[in-house]
């Protein structure tokens, strides 16, 4: 596996596409702010200022009508909050208002705007007149004029404002966007480089431990780091981890068995032919024992070859299987035929206890098979007793199948993995029985398949009693 990482800026990578979204982001966001600030920030301002100037006076000209000392104190308060110029004409005088906060060099008089304004407002018949001025050192200026009207007398009002304050507010802005913009991008860098090294540290610890693990150590453990999603993933590769540790120890001792298993028959079948080759040819009895021992284990590679078939066709699904109406006590019997050479001959007692004819629906040759693999391991397991009860019994609308032995039994912590593949309980392995360890998941497979429940009841040292229930069916 190629493990090496180059300096090269990967643009795929997380880390490397996280930092430059926030950049982009950062980017973005400040341009935007730039470009309102640029277009909007002007016309904004002057219809604020405009909306301003008309508002004052049309305050103003209400209060004349209450009286002039209303007028005044209005006008007062509005020039020095709104920051406005505000000059009123009436009995022959003008009373001018200034903020005295205005940015402006000069507003004490504004003539010149007056000047103009009186003119327009004399022209127009509304009332009132608003215009923007600019005076030769470019200053632009908001003036509204409007008449003042009242029974003391009548007169003319104007409002100045200065646009001259948004220019520098604005540069001032500007400056200090610049600052903004500096620290934001600095901040997104900041924040994109610990957030995508926060991100993409589980991901990176998934992967080292994902080459730890492919290089065969299976004693890596995957850590999510607290992310609800790395947790899930690396929740699903410990389970992986652990179930390939399983299927390699297995496996492992598949091998170990496996060639064991095979090499004892082998041995016997050589041994046994160099002695008829070189004893036992001319003698009929002998020949004839011998041989007999020959054919047994031939039968006993046979046995074991077609158990690796019968588990890698259960293992792919690929098993089709023949389904009939069949008496299960028959079967059962059939099945304890092909065991009574061990009574006669081993001095085993292999009891049955069978109920009446009973029907099941399933692959008649198959479930001969789960008893064979169950009697079997009875016969190897049961000790020195070498007693053993098959039993067949109703229970209602089912039948229960049970091979009872008071042999070795299994370990409470064993007795869920006799079912897996390869599997050998601690307490057999050493005894030198053989097996293979697989004939109980052949038994798991065809059960399985027939939706048959099945199980174990065992206590080490007093034996145990494997099982299986079926449907009962009526004869045709
Ligand atoms: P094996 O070829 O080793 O018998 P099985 O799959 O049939 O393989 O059984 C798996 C393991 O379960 C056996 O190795 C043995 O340790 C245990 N086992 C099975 N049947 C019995 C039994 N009747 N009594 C005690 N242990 C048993």
Same mark, same amino acid.
């Given at each position: 596996m190629n493990t090496k990482t180059t300096n090269k800026f990967d643009v795929n990578s997380i880390k490397n596409s996280i930092l430059m979204n926030f950049i982009l982001f950062a980017i973005i966001l400040v341009a935007l702010i730039y470009v309102l600030q640029g277009v909007f920030m002007n016309k904004y301002y002057e219809q604020m200022k405009s909306d301003e100037t008309r508002q004052t006076a049309l305050a103003l000209q209400e209060d004349y009508k209450l009286g002039t000392s209303y007028f005044t104190e209005r006008a007062r308060q509005l020039s020095e909050n709104n920051g *406005? /110029? *505000? #000059?009123?004409? +009436?009995?022959?005088? @003008?009373?001018?208002f200034d903020s005295g906060t205005s940015f402006d060099p000069d507003t004490s008089m504004f003539f010149q705007e007056c000047l103009v304004a009186r003119e327009a407002l004399r022209n127009s018949d509304s009332g009132f007149i608003s215009l923007k001025t600019t005076d030769p050192n470019n200053v632009s200026r908001y003036v509204y004029a409007c008449n003042l009207e009242s029974t003391r007398g009548n007169g003319k009002l104007y409002?100045?404002?200065?646009?001259?304050?948004?220019? @520098?507010?604005i540069s001032i802005m500007r400056r200090q966007l610049f600052y903004i913009s500096i620290i934001s991008l600095f901040i997104a860098v900041l924040l994109a480089y610990l957030s995508s090294n926060r991100l993409s540290s589980p991901i990176e610890s998934l992967t080292k431990s994902a080459i730890e693990l492919s290089r065969g150590n299976y004693n890596v453990k995957f850590d999510g780091a607290g992310f609800t999603e790395t947790n899930e993933l690396a929740k699903a590769l410990n389970q992986a981890s652990y179930e390939m540790q399983k299927t390699d120890s297995y496996q492992r001792d598949l091998i170990a068995n496996v060639s064991h298993d095979l090499k004892t028959p082998l041995t016997m079948i050589r041994s046994y032919a160099e002695m008829i080759d070189d004893i036992s040819g001319d003698n009929p009895e002998k020949r004839k024992e011998h041989l007999h021992v020959i054919i047994s284990e031939t039968d006993r590679l046979n046995q074991l070859v077609t158990d690796m078939l019968s588990v890698s066709r259960l293992q792919s699904n690929s098993v089709e299987l023949n389904k009939t109406n069949f008496d299960i006590v028959k079967a059962t019997e059939e099945v304890l035929e092909t065991f009574e050479v061990l009574n006669e001959q081993a001095n085993y007692n292999i009891i049955p206890v069978l109920c009446r004819p009973t029907f099941v629906y399933g692959d008649e040759a198959k479930i001969k098979q789960v008893m064979t693999n169950l009697i079997s391991n009875a016969v190897k397991y049961c000790g020195?007793?070498? /007693?053993i009860k098959v039993e067949v019994?109703?229970?209602? #609308?089912k039948v229960r199948f049970d091979v009872v032995d008071p042999g070795t039994g299994i370990a409470a912590d064993e007795i869920a993995h006799v079912w897996d593949r390869y599997y050998r309980t601690s307490a057999n392995q050493g005894r030198g029985i053989e097996g293979t360890g697989l004939g109980l998941s052949i038994v798991k497979g065809i059960l399985t398949l027939h939706n048959a429940a099945?199980?174990?009841? @065992?206590?080490?040292?007093?034996? @145990?009693? +494997?099982? /299986? *229930?079926?449907?009962?069916? #009526?004869?045709?």
């Open positions: *406005i /110029f *505000i #000059r009123a004409d +009436f009995n022959g005088t @003008s009373v001018i409002v100045i404002a200065s646009l001259l304050p948004v220019q @520098s507010t020195e007793d070498k /007693f019994k109703r229970q209602g #609308r099945y199980g174990v009841d @065992s206590t080490e040292g007093e034996g @145990s009693d +494997f099982w /299986f *229930i079926m449907d009962v069916v #009526r004869k045709q």
